[in-house]
T-cell receptor, first 114, second 112 residues
Framework: DVKVTQSSRYLVKRTGEKVFLECVQD?????MFWYRQDPGLGLRLIYF???????EKGDIPEGYSVSREKKERFSLILESASTNQTSMYLC?????????????FGPGTRLTVL | QKEVEQNSGPLSVPEGAIASLNCTYS??????FFWYRQYSGKSPELIMF????GDKEDGRFTAQLNKASQYVSLLIRDSQPSDSATYLC????????????FGKGTLLTVNP
């Protein structure tokens, strides 16, 4: 089974703090993604990475950065957290490999910025 | 025009019935199509994917794809209360395009 884990299930931070969200996958997938999910807006892609040290902006990259130093680990960084970044953050990894093809999500981190 | 459209629901069906969930997409270049189930407060869980026109069955689930009509659907046979969740349709262009575009989901309620 594909396993994607995220460092925290719930996180509360103050406005202006630097926030690190970490994601680890154990299936040797090349591609990793960070989404946020908000009521009424659905899932929106923040950043993705198709290889170590490679990154591409998604639909809403403003206020975020990412780091991928190892294949299995993909970090999302909020440089200076703001209240409008309160959301559910979902990490995913993906493969196109026969029956296992698809995007696989971690359990999510519910971030509250006060 | 939204890229991936789903009826938000709620879709309510009795236990044991067939639930039919529909999705349309705007990008004719789309190559692969995914259905996810998401329980409240949880992350999306992959149910199945389909690439080719026609039907694909996996247990109680059947995905149907019609690329000419830009339409993909998910049928759930013998619906159970445990199937009550939001179902997300997602579309990928394939090739070197890594983007998976999601619909906003349809809330399904299966009544005992």
């Amino acid at each position: 089974d594909v396993k994607v884990t995220q460092s925290s299930r719930y996180l509360v931070k103050r406005t202006g703090e630097k926030v690190f969200l970490e994601c680890v996958q154990d299936m040797d997938h090349e591609n990793m993604f960070w989404y946020r999910q908000d009521p009424g807006l659905g899932l929106r892609l923040i950043y993705f990475s198709y290889d170590v040290k490679m990154k591409e902006k998604g639909d809403i990259p403003e206020g975020y950065s990412v780091s991928r130093e190892k294949k299995e680990r993909f970090s999302l960084i909020l440089e200076s957290a703001s209240t409008n970044q309160t959301s559910m953050y979902l990490c995913a990894s993906s493969t196109f490999s026969g029956r296992a093809s698809g995007w696989y999500f971690g359990p999510g981190t519910r971030l509250t910025v006060l | 025009q939204k890229e991936v459209e789903q009826n938000s629901g709620p879709l309510s069906v009795p236990e044991g019935a067939i639930a039919s969930l529909n999705c349309t997409y705007s990008d004719r270049g789309s190559q692969s199509f995914f259905w996810y189930r998401q329980y409240s407060g949880k992350s999306p869980e992959l149910i199945m994917f389909i690439y080719s026109n026609g039907d694909k069955e996996d247990g109680r689930f059947t995905a149907q794809l019609n690329k000419a009509s830009q339409y993909v659907s998910l049928l759930i046979r013998d619906s159970q209360p445990s199937d009550s969740a939001t179902y997300l349709c997602a579309v990928n262009r394939g090739g070197s395009n890594y983007k998976l575009t999601f619909g906003k989901g349809t809330l399904l309620t299966v009544n005992p």
